[in-house]
């Protein structure tokens, strides 16, 4: 078997870079997330989408997944096909 070779250098150059660019990243994020509204503020249709979401939600509440209502007599005892 082979091993890495490692050096004897302990601190390597993406150990400052990443966790620096990983802040900037999150603060452009959030800087253009303020900036910009998540929801179409003003829309005359905003607040038929959001009733039409609260239907939606409660009529599927507790099935999870859509999942079919009829099946035929040859599903009912097959098991699913792996």
């Known amino acids: 078997m082979t091993r890495p070779e490692f050096t004897s250098r302990a601190l390597h150059w993406l150990d400052i870079v990443c966790p620096r660019a990983r802040r900037i990243v999150a603060r452009l994020f959030r800087f253009q997330s303020e900036a910009n509204a998540l929801l179409p503020l003003g829309d005359p249709k ?36 792996i």
């Open 46 to 81: 905003l607040a038929e989408a959001i009733e039409h979401h609260e239907q939606l939600s409660s009529h599927n509440t507790g099935q999870g997944r859509a999942t079919r209502t009829s099946r035929s007599k040859n599903e009912t005892s097959r098991p699913a096909p």
